[in-house]
Nanobody
Framework: VQLQASGGGLVQAGGSLRLSCAVS????????MGWFRQAPGKQREFVAA???????YYADSVKGRFTISRDSAKNTVYLQMNSLKPDDTAVYYC?????????????????WGQGTQVTVSS
């Protein structure tokens, strides 16, 4: 399984970005797909996860601002980020977990993309 994240960039506070994660190598419909982020000097933290369209999970810090979704026909997961804040600045990673149970722990995810930088200026 290979994951390719894209869509990062520089945006002003209050702006929006949409991240994409293209998955290749295996059908991922049964995988939990997650987004994580890591700011300089901080540990990698959970942002959001999705399995089916109705089963979505979010970190408290992004609830109401970020939306995770998946397009199974395109084998792609998206993270729509609105009302961005400087604290959202980080490298964002997509990840895949083949287990049957949701987890927000980075260690539960077996496959990782290369990361895409998101910078929010004040």
């Amino acid at each position: 399984v290979q994951l390719q994240a894209s869509g990062g960039g520089l945006v002003q506070a209050g702006g929006s970005l949409r991240l994409s994660c293209a998955v290749s190598g295996r059908t991922f419909s049964r995988y939990y797909m997650g987004w994580f982020r890591q700011a300089p000097g901080k540990q990698r933290e959970f942002v959001a996860a999705v399995r089916s369209g109705a089963n979505t999970y979010y970190a408290d810090s992004v609830k109401g601002r970020f939306t995770i979704s998946r397009d199974s026909a395109k084998n792609t997961v998206y993270l729509q980020m609105n009302s961005l804040k400087p604290d959202d600045t980080a490298v964002y990673y997509c990840a895949a977990d083949s287990s049957a149970y949701y987890s927000d722990a980075p260690g539960a995810y077996e496959y990782w993309g290369q990361g895409t930088q998101v910078t929010v200026s004040s």
